[in-house]
């Protein structure tokens, strides 16, 4: 057991390195020195990973249906009053609310979590967002409402 005033004499470089690297030709791993300038070339500073202008325009075309989402539920959750009383009111609105900002956190969420992946990982997760975050309540009001203009004709 090492006691309080012993000194343990060792070499900052061997804590770098495994017994027998050298044997096997590896050197050791040097930490980069701080003070020194960082060399990246302009032309890898510029250069842009293969697809990644695909993934933009994908990623574009998809804030557009994404944001008619999120404006589709804000008419929606205005189609209907809810209920009267304190406390199941208050849980409907917090409802309303998070159905608002579910098209957003959905799109943002997967713009996040795909940043790695291929494309069309991307695309896959995003059409599916779309097709679940649909504002169903104005849709159906609508198709009600172009039932009924029908029968009157």
Do not use: C, H, K, N
Not at 24 to 39: I, M, T, Y
Not at 74 to 82: C, E, R, T, W, Y
Not at 87 to 113: D, N, R, T, V, Y
Not at 132 to 145: C, D, K, R, S
């Amino acid at each position: 057991m090492a006691r309080a005033g012993d000194v343990d004499e060792f070499d900052d470089d061997e804590a770098l390195s495994w017994a027998g690297d050298e044997e096997q030709g590896r050197a050791a791993p040097r930490l980069r020195d701080l003070d020194a300038p960082a060399e990246v070339s302009v032309a890898e500073a510029a250069e842009e990973a293969p697809g990644s202008t695909g993934r933009r325009v994908t990623t574009v075309a998809f804030v557009v249906p994404y944001l008619a989402i999120t404006i589709g539920w804000v008419f929606a959750v205005q189609l209907d009053p809810g209920p009267t009383e304190l406390g199941p009111s208050i849980l409907w609105q917090f409802g309303e609310f998070l159905a608002m900002l579910s098209a957003p956190l959905w799109f943002g969420a997967i713009l996040a979590l795909t940043r790695d992946r291929r494309p069309l990982v991307r695309v896959g997760w995003l059409a599916l967002g779309l097709g679940v975050l649909v504002p169903w309540p104005l849709i159906l009001q609508f198709l009600a409402a172009l039932q009924f203009a029908g029968s009157l004709a």
